[in-house]
């Protein structure tokens, strides 16, 4: 039986953190693991490029750092299909044909585009690149024929878009050749990690992550800086659970139940202090960052392999890419020398 496809992604902006690691990377490895999902992962630099293209070193530094944050916490290229979105020039074709089918106004709705605009100063001058970049993930997600998505929450308004994408082109040029896809959507706390600092979410940009290639030092500097309750100054104060970073994390790292409860029961009573719960966390963290850790660095030191990986795996997914822009054109009836 052809197996359900699969295709997620990310920008190659930087290391990859602990956000993304609960929210989506154990997730990746488990679904791989099943064997039940052909499974297709695209690091999407063209994509990337749409709000950093006059920074490309950015963006290509990166490209190893995030392959070598997917292999460190075991997502496996002879499982996953890795490959780079800029080596699938078809992309580019299939984007053009979907452009004519969206209007500019629909785009300005679009309201991930519409934040991140707001979020990156476009207000006055908005890359015609970055505005349309949904079209071009709508050209990603139809060129594998991907049923299922892995994406966080914010990327909805995506899927949305690509599905009125497939809808129209299915409808007008009277084909069934594109599928409509389905996003798989995190749940539960660990969808959105918070930072270090307590704020709402983890990411570079407000310097409050904690990257799945810190050190072991680094990474126990952070968690002795987290936010906790800043109302909580003596020990023997009773203390906040809600809003506790440390309690977050400890909520999604510690297995161990029996014993997250009575810290809890103990920190609101009183008599728990934060350096006691901070050194926990630290100690559960460190075991499960430890190895990655560890095969991150193995792996660092074989860059022809990396490469190696990366450039089959977008061998294998041009091939499956040229397939469908063939169908498209077909569709189109723009194929005039078949
Ligand atoms: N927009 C996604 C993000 O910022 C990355 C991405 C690009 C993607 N193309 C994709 C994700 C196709 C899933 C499928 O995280």
Redesign the pocket.
């Known amino acids: 039986m052809k197996k359900e496809v699969i ?5 190659p902006t930087g290391k990859l953190h602990i956000g993304h690691y609960v929210g989506s990377l154990i997730n990746r490895v488990k679904l791989q693991d099943t064997n039940d999902y052909d499974m297709n992962i ?1 690091i ?1 630099d063209t ?1 990337a490029l749409t709000d950093n293209a006059r920074n490309p070193e950015k963006i290509r530094n990166s490209l190893l750092e995030v392959l070598l944050d997917y292999l460190a916490v075991g997502i496996d290229p002879k499982k996953s299909n890795i490959f780079i979105q800029s080596q699938i020039p078809e992309l580019n074709e299939l984007t053009m044909h979907y452009l004519n089918l969206v209007s500019l106004s629909r785009l300005e709705r679009n309201p991930t585009v519409k934040n991140e605009i707001k979020e990156r100063g476009f207000e006055n001058s908005i890359p015609a690149g970055f505005l349309i970049y949904p079209v071009s ?1 709508a050209a ?2 139809t060129a594998f024929k991907a049923e299922l ?1 892995p ?2 929450e914010d ?1 909805l308004p ?1 899927i949305e878009q690509t599905r009125e994408i497939v809808r129209s082109f299915n409808s007008i040029y009277k084909t069934n050749i594109l599928i409509e896809p389905k996003a798989i959507i995190p749940e539960g706390i660990s969808a959105r990690l918070p930072g270090i600092d307590g704020k709402s979410k983890m990411s570079k940009s407000l310097g409050n992550t904690i990257y799945l290639s810190d050190d072991e030092d680094t990474i126990r500097k952070k968690i002795m800086s987290m936010y906790t309750d800043p109302n909580h100054i003596r020990v023997e104060d009773p203390g906040n659970i809600e809003g506790n970073v440390v309690f977050t994390y400890l909520e999604i790292f510690c297995k161990d139940k029996i014993l997250l409860n009575e810290m809890k029961e103990h920190y609101k009573r009183g008599g728990l202090g934060d350096v006691k719960i901070k050194k926990y966390l630290n100690e559960i963290l460190q075991a499960e960052l430890k190895p990655i850790r560890v095969r991150r660095n193995d792996f660092e030191k074989n860059k022809d392999y990396l490469y190696e990986i990366l450039r089959e795996g977008s061998l294998i997914a041009r091939n499956i890419a040229t397939n469908t822009l063939d169908e498209v054109r077909n569709a189109i009836g723009i194929n005039y020398f078949n």
């Open positions: 295709l997620t992604g990310d920008r695209m999407a994509q993930q990603d997600i998505v994406v966080g990327q995506m």
